[in-house]
């Protein structure tokens, strides 16, 4: 790999194109109406109330003073946001934030701490990767975490198995993960070697009619997802932990960052999560669960809650041995605490969420129906 050439690839300006603006053409165009002055951007990354730009010629906005007193808290504009700006001509100057597009996905969490503020950890994913290392951090319960977190926000997971070169039972592994993540990709590599890389970028791709792709990496601190945005980039463009701080388990990554690759498609690597609190549902449990709602199908009570009904099928799977109890209680934890988080918020929030996530989980349930593997 080249050396670190950063400023080469972050000063060039960008494409909207290549930054993934075909699906947000329309709404811009909408907004062009009443502010035909106004040009789109990308938030590539956010340094305290400053928004780093691409695909406009400024490299910095700040919010107007109207945003400044509307927005607040995950409504403020985030990394991956595409928002629409008044444009100067000199990459110094700072350009004003008028608009934020609506998001079209929005991964959100409650960080940990006694606040438990809700955060948008990236908005406009439209594949998300959870990495995991083969080594030691992998672990069936935190993924049935995030795989809710990733439907819930819009986006497709992808299982990222990273580290293989490490050696271990990777097909024993693959498998345990597989158990609990019905219908989604796992893809096993090695950022080090470069295994198993390709298929990753095919999730990369451009998807029907052209459409640039912008893909996340999350994940716990020190499984390499910087390691992997620069073996997909092919520079070394984000720092990444020498042994001896993975060691002591620092986080390298401190602040989220949108990329874009030379060969197309964008990601957005994040720092390592110690905890990813469930903010909203929309669907996410139901679907990272579909083996558990397809058995439900034949609970003698339509809404059955599975913790002792009678004729509860659900409950008859855990007897016969073909459901893991721990998957069931982790059912049910994640379920509670979406209902304690959404109580806790405005109702008028949790509404618009499932408004805005409804058609893609429907199109999701309906291909579950059709796909036999989906209901092992
Ligand atoms: N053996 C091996 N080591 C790897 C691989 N990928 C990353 N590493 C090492 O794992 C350590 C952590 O990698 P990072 O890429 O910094 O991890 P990260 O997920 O970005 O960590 P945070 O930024 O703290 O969230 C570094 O020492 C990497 O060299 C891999 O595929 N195999
Ligand atoms: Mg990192
Ligand atoms: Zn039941």
């Known amino acids: 790999m080249r050396p670190a050439s950063s400023d080469a690839i972050a000063a060039s300006i960008v494409s909207r194109t290549s930054l993934g603006f075909g699906p947000f053409a329309d709404a811009f165009d909408h907004l ?21 730009l691409a695909g406009a010629v400024a490299g910095v906005g700040e919010l107007a003073g109207r945003l400044r007193h509307d927005l607040a808290g995950i409504d403020l504009p985030t990394v991956g946001d595409w ?89 024993a592994l693959v498998a345990a993960l597989a158990a609990v993540a019905p ?57 990444t932990a020498g042994l001896d701080d993975d060691e002591r388990g620092r986080h390298t990554t401190t602040r989220r960052e949108l990329v874009v690759l030379p060969g197309g498609g964008v990601l957005i690597d994040t720092p390592g999560m110690r905890e990813l609190g469930l903010v909203e549902d929309a669907g996410g449990v139901d679907t990272s669960f579909a083996d558990l709602a397809a058995l439900a199908d034949a609970c003698r009570f339509r809404d059955c809650l599975h913790d002792g009904e009678p004729g509860c099928a659900v409950a008859d799977a855990v007897r016969r ?10 059912f049910h934890r994640l379920q509670r605490e979406l209902a304690a988080s959404e109580r806790r918020r405005d109702p008028a929030l949790a509404d618009r969420a499932k408004r805005r996530w409804k058609s893609t989980h429907m199109a999701m349930r309906a291909r579950m ?8």
């Open 83 to 171: 928002v629409a700006i008044r444009d100067v001509d000199d990459a110094d100057a700072v350009a004003l934030v008028h608009h934020v597009l609506p998001r079209r996905t929005a991964l959100i969490r409650r960080a940990a701490g006694l606040t438990g503020a809700a955060q948008v950890v990236a908005a406009n994913l439209d594949v998300c990767f959870i990495v995991t290392s083969a080594n030691r951090d992998a672990n069936p319960r935190r993924l049935e975490r995030y795989l809710t977190a990733v439907w819930d926000s819009g986006a497709a997971p992808v299982v990222v198995v990273n580290k293989i070169d490490l050696g271990g039972d990777v097909a």
């Open 369 to 376: 129906k059709v796909d036999p593997k989906l209901r092992r």
């Open 32 to 52: 062009l109406r009443d502010r035909p002055d106004l040009v789109p951007a990308r938030v590539t990354r956010v340094d305290r109330g400053r928004y780093r």
């Open 183 to 239: 219908g989604v990709p796992i893809e096993a590599v090695s950022a080090v070697t470069g295994d198993g890389l390709a298929p990753l970028r095919a999730h990369l791709a451009a998807g029907p009619g052209g459409a640039v792709r912008t893909v996340g990496l999350v994940g716990s601190s020190g499984v390499g997802k910087s390691s992997l945005v620069n073996r997909l980039l092919g520079v070394d463009r984000q720092a």
């Open 321 to 330: 041995g073909a459901l893991d109890p721990a998957r069931l209680r982790a």
